[in-house]
């Protein structure tokens, strides 16, 4: 069973940045899929960024060039830098786990993100 921890979210003004974190219980280079999804008040959960295979990187793109995903594997660790915060960018940020391109997902428990005006 993988257990998927977040942490680091928050309340910061427009323009701000925040980085979120998610500690994984096992090895993430064992990991197909490493990604970051949020969900808005009355919007279908989304894709933020994602790390595929290790190297490949996918980003929103409302959140191109405002956010960057990275990993520390002696961490089991992958992060989430969210730089220029817009309003738009409150949600519930979610951490996701896929160990290869067959199997089911896993979840963190959320963190939430508020930016105000």
């Known amino acids: 069973q993988v257990q998927l921890v977040e942490s680091g979210g928050g309340l910061v003004q427009a323009g701000g940045s925040l980085r979120l974190s998610c500690a994984a219980s096992?090895?993430?280079?064992?990991?197909?899929?490493m990604g970051w999804y949020r969900q808005a008040p009355g919007k279908q959960r989304e894709l933020v960024a994602a790390?595929?295979?290790?190297?490949?990187?996918n980003y929103a793109d409302s959140v191109k060039g405002r956010f960057t995903i990275s990993r520390d594997n002696a961490k089991n660790t992958v992060y989430l830098q969210m730089n220029s915060l817009k309003p738009e960018d409150t949600a519930v940020y979610y951490c996701?786990?896929?160990?290869?391109?067959?199997?089911?997902?896993?979840w963190g428990q959320g963190t939430q993100v508020t930016v105000s005006s």
């Open positions: 096992v090895s993430i280079g064992s990991m197909y899929h």
């Open positions: 996701n786990a896929r160990a290869n391109r067959f199997s089911l997902d896993y």
């Open positions: 790390i595929t295979s290790g190297v490949i990187t």
